[in-house]
Nanobody, 116 residues
Framework: QVQLVESGGGSVQPGGSLRLSCAAS????????MAWYHQAPGKQRELVAS???????NYEDSVKGRFTISRDNAKNTVYLQMNSLKPEDTAVYYC??????????WGQGTQVTVSS
């Protein structure tokens, strides 16, 4: 049974930082591309950042220079370090594991709220 469990969300003031974690089980973690998506109320789920099995990274333009995605294959965990947070970063953040088009798994999501 595949499980992706996100943690680390919460409420923070603008300019603050949060570190999200996603612990995976039931998959050969090191083979999967891992990604973080976010979904704000009334909007579609959007890709924030991804990291391939080889460590290559990709970021959505609005988070470049502020967010960093990383992975620890020994711990089956992917991280999203979020710095200089803005109110527009407020969303539910989801972790995704993927190989190809058909093998995709999602976590349950963690809420991030940026507000003064």
């Amino acid at each position: 049974q595949v499980q992706l469990v996100e943690s680390g969300g919460g409420s923070v003031q603008p300019g603050g930082s949060l570190r999200l974690s996603c612990a995976a089980s039931g998959i050969i973690f090191r083979l999967y591309t891992m990604a973080w998506y976010h979904q704000a109320p009334g909007k579609q789920r959007e890709l924030v950042a991804s990291i391939t099995s080889g460590g290559g990274t990709n970021y959505e333009d609005s988070v470049k220079g502020r967010f960093t995605i990383s992975r620890d294959n020994a711990k089956n965990t992917v991280y999203l370090q979020m710095n200089s947070l803005k109110p527009e970063d407020t969303a539910v953040y989801y972790c995704k594991a993927a190989i190809g088009v058909t093998n995709n798994y999602w976590g349950q999501g963690t809420q991030v709220t940026v507000s003064s």
